[in-house]
């Protein structure tokens, strides 16, 4: 059986590198005394093989941290639970890789825990000889597993830069094909209209789409005259700008796509944001070209790395020998090997 490709290069990191931050400081405390998660753990996972990776065993409390660190927001159950073995056994890849390229000393969970546990304890160490410490007061589970990932992602990013073109030359070429990638964000001014949708939400689209309709017919509508008894729409200028974009995808992607779209004088359809009713009209747009490559030549040159990374990853997913045990992971996920 095999399941869909994905890429989970950014994702993974991305979520592994956040628990990081979440934790760190620069001074430690000692260890907290009795069993510690890890030992508990341990007792467990070397038991407990939900899957096989090359013949090195994936146990259940990997799928358990994968399960914590990338659990998708949207899907069946099902579906979500396969996506989480999914990362759980990419994760193994790339740490079998590791082993092979002198990066990482074992792919074992085991041995992890051997050392998350030499770790803690040589900061216990530290914290009492007053020493400062950089990073978590103390490792968990998730923040070591973090911490060896993204360690050895960098490790096998640096491999894949020696064995590929970053002449200038090669920079310019891949500058040149992914040039809309690097085109600066127009200005766009828009006027926006919202309503709050309430718990009447047949009504009040109603209301929009009314406001709608006489918008696209030509009407005036830079006043609205809302009724005294309705929640007031709301009436708001706006500007997109290569500096905002990035706060506006991250938290109001909908009004970023619709703008986007529009040319001066035309009206989005009606759609919701921030939970409301929201259109919006573009008053004008100004286009402001291509970054220079000069600007970009770390961009260009880290996305190159980054693709040839991705690029040998998949390729050794593709090739993986992976035994699902079945019988240990129940009805945990549906999945659809390779």
């Not at 891949?174 to 200005?187: K, N």
């Not at 390729?315 to 390779?338: C, H, K, W």
Request: charged share 25%; net charge negative.
């Amino acid at each position: 059986m095999k399941a869909t490709k994905r890429n989970i290069s950014v994702q993974v990191s991305r979520i592994f590198l956040g628990l990081l931050v979440l934790t760190s400081c620069t001074t430690s405390v000692p260890a907290d005394q009795g069993e510690t998660s890890s030992q508990a753990g341990r007792l467990q996972s070397e038991v407990r093989i939900v899957a096989t990776v090359n013949g090195e065993p994936l146990t259940m409390e990997e799928y358990g941290l994968a399960r914590r660190l990338s659990t998708p927001q949207t899907g069946s159950q099902e579906g979500r639970k396969a996506d989480e073995l999914e990362t759980a056994i990419q994760v193994k890849v790339l740490q079998l890789e590791g082993v092979k390229q002198g990066l990482l000393a074992s792919a074992s969970f085991a041995d992890f825990h051997a050392q998350l546990d030499k770790e803690n304890e040589r900061r216990a160490q530290a914290a009492e000889q007053k020493a400062v410490i950089y990073g978590p007061k103390r490792f968990s589970d998730q923040t070591f597993y973090a911490d060896e990932f993204a360690q050895l992602e960098n490790g096998l990013k640096r491999m894949a830069a020696q064995t590929m073109d970053t002449s200038e030359e090669a920079l310019q070429l891949a500058y040149q094909r992914d040039l809309a990638a690097y085109t600066i964000q127009p200005t766009i001014r828009l006027k926006v209209w919202k309503l709050p949708i309430s718990s009447e939400a047949g009504s009040d689209l109603k209301r929009m789409q009314a406001l709608h309709k006489e918008a696209v017919s030509g009407a005036k509508l830079e006043v609205i005259v809302n009724a005294a008894e309705a929640a007031p729409i709301q009436v708001i200028d706006e500007m997109i700008t290569e500096e905002n974009k990035r706060s506006l995808l991250k938290y109001r992607e909908a009004v970023f796509e619709q703008a986007n779209r529009l040319h001066p004088g035309e009206y989005s359809p009606i759609f919701v944001d921030q939970s409301s009713y929201v259109m919006v009209y573009c008053d004008s747009r100004l286009e402001e070209g291509v970054k220079a490559f000069a600007k970009v030549r770390d961009e260009v040159y880290r996305k190159l790395v980054d693709q040839k990374f991705q690029s040998h990853w998949d390729q050794l997913r593709a090739a993986a020998d992976v035994q699902v045990n079945a019988a240990e992971l129940g009805s945990q996920a549906t999945f659809t090997e390779r």
